[in-house]
Nanobody, 121 residues
């Protein structure tokens, strides 16, 4: 049974940092990504990392967030620095079996339950 379990969300001040983790079990995934959904808004792409090591970031987080993964542990991370109040959202881990572009929700096969990130000004 495939499971994606996220951890690391919480409260941070503007300019601060948080690190999210997503542990995947049940199979190996080629692409893993992060999405977020703010109140009243649609879910949006944040970052994706592929087995090859290639990475894509949304423009809104480029230079502030870093995605990484430990292939042996099938775990991905999202290091979030220089946080802004507009980063406040529920963050979702996602995983795809295939090689995908990785920036669209419907490309992914599995999703985590979400973890809340709140950034105060």
């Amino acid at each position: 049974q495939v499971q994606l379990v996220e951890s690391g969300g919480g409260l941070a001040q503007a300019g601060g940092s948080l690190r999210l983790s997503c542990a995947a079990s049940g199979r190996t995934f080629y692409t893993m990504g992060w999405f977020r959904q703010a109140p009243g808004k649609e879910r949006e792409f944040v970052a994706a990392i592929r087995w090859s090591g290639s990475i894509t970031y949304a423009d809104s987080v480029k230079g502030r967030f870093t995605i990484s993964r430990t292939n042996a542990k099938n775990t991905e991370y999202l290091q979030m620095n220089s946080l802004k109040p507009e980063d406040t959202a529920v963050y979702y881990c996602a995983a795809a079996v295939s090689r995908i572009v990785g920036t669209f929700e419907n490309e992914y096969d599995y999703w985590g339950q979400g973890t809340q990130v709140t950034v105060s000004s």
